[in-house]
């Protein structure tokens, strides 16, 4: 799918008219996807995430590929199911994280990477 950009900038203040722009095609795939036999999109379901912007419904695009680092948004499988929450690890211990008060881990071990 070919999706257009318009050539320049928008400002983010006060609108401006403009008289005329140029707009080039770019492939969504080619921007977002850098591992395409090991990437995927996924449907959120819930509100766990809301305070980082992911609503119920959104379409998450899922990189297996790339290993996770603190603070990333994953989709983890937890229990034999899967969810989406925020990576964090500190002293070796990583823990997935809701985005939505109070941010308790929902799960934690011990890091062996």
Known sequence: MLIGLVVGTVPAGLPSPAADFAVKRHDLNELLITHP?????WEARGLSMIELGIQDGDILVV???????????VV??????????QFWRRAGIVSLRAATPPSRPSSSATDRH
């Open 76 to 85: 983890a499988e937890v229990d034999g199911d899967f969810t989406v929450k």
């Open 37 to 41: 036999a090991a990437t995927f999109m």
């Open 63 to 73: 990189n297996r590929a790339l290993a996770p680092a603190n603070r990333d948004i």
